[in-house]
């Protein structure tokens, strides 16, 4: 079964850092482009980013809103993505879920990984 | 970049249709053949049920539909079940390269 699982969630104060994973089961993570998403508490959806693939030398892409704080990355030793987020806010505050970009399309989702940014 | 317009809500009872709409700009709908729609059940992850504005994922009923007419998306649910209950959330490619959500629908089931 194909499958994405997120960890590296937790509670951190303002201002502070906090890198979140992607693993990839049941497939080659390596081989697709990954997204990662965000969702507030009660609400919507907000698209973070997008690491492509080696193949196409790990081109980024970022949510205007976003860029300059949050960085994605691969490791392909661990079959995984990362996400790094820096100078987090309050407002970060939400389950973030990476996904496969299966062309232009996410598909699967991982659980989500909840970030709590509060003193 | 401004998220895609959706209704906050529809309604309706087992056995009828709704549809849902997602209007967004020339710089993302409006130019895009990449439309996609998720469902997202209570505490649960989204779900790809719509993509590329029409086509089904294989294991996705043939109750769900989508389509786009210039600006504006549309995904259709025909035949209401309980089980349809939840967040639906449409996403669209954009002109610079970057990906869009609209702000998600909450459908109740009667």
């Known amino acids: 079964e194909v499958q994405l699982v997120e960890s590296g969630g937790g509670l951190v104060l303002p201002g502070g850092s906090l890198k979140l994973s992607c693993a990839g089961s049941g497939f080659i993570l390596s081989g697709s482009a990954v997204h990662w998403v965000r969702q507030a508490s009660g609400k919507g959806l907000e698209w973070i980013g997008r690491i492509r693939d080696k193949a196409n030398n790990y081109v980024t892409s970022y949510a205007a809103s976003l860029k300059g704080r949050f960085t994605i990355s691969r490791d392909e030793s661990k079959n995984a993505a990362c996400l790094q987020m820096s100078g987090l806010k309050t407002e970060d505050t939400a389950v973030y879920y990476c996904?496969?970009?299966?062309?232009?399309?996410?598909?699967?989702w991982g659980q989500g990984t909840l970030v709590t940014v509060s003193s | 970049q401004s998220a895609l317009t959706q209704p906050p809500s529809v309604s309706g009872s087992p056995g009828q249709s709704v549809t849902i709409s997602c209007t967004g700009t020339s710089s993302d709908v409006g130019s895009s053949n990449h439309v996609s729609w998720y469902q997202q059940p209570p505490g649960t992850a989204p779900k790809l049920i719509i993509y590329?504005?029409?086509n089904r994922p294989s294991g996705v009923p043939d109750r769900f539909s989508g389509s786009k007419s210039g600006n504006t998306a549309s995904l259709t649910i025909s035949g209401l079940q309980a089980e349809d209950e939840g967040d639906y959330y449409c996403?669209?490619?954009?002109?610079?390269?970057?990906?869009?959500f609209g702000g998600g629908t909450r459908l109740t089931v009667l």
């Open positions: 996904t496969r970009g299966d062309f232009w399309r996410f598909d699967p």
């Open positions: 590329d504005v029409s």
């Open positions: 996403n669209s490619y954009t002109t610079s390269i970057t990906w869009v």
